[in-house]
């Protein structure tokens, strides 16, 4: 669904990709294709259109929180 934090990985032609973290923002149900926003260095956001093949929800991390 939009707004969940995905991993991607396994992209072939454009493996720069891979490992990088994003944001579900679009389901392009017609080309069977997420809408995915990830930040690149610099920083820049890219939106890149990616199967559900490349995607697998992002671990949550734990803040470093002081007690």
Do not use: F, I, M
């Amino acid at each position: 669904p939009n707004g969940t934090a995905v991993t991607l990985h396994g992209r072939v032609s454009a493996a720069q990709y891979n490992g990088l973290t994003g944001t579900v923002t679009s389901h392009l149900a017609a080309k069977g294709r997420y809408g995915v926003d990830v930040v690149l260095p610099g920083p820049q956001k890219k939106t890149l259109s990616l199967k559900p093949a490349n995607l697998s929800v992002a671990k949550k991390t734990r803040g470093n929180k002081r007690r």
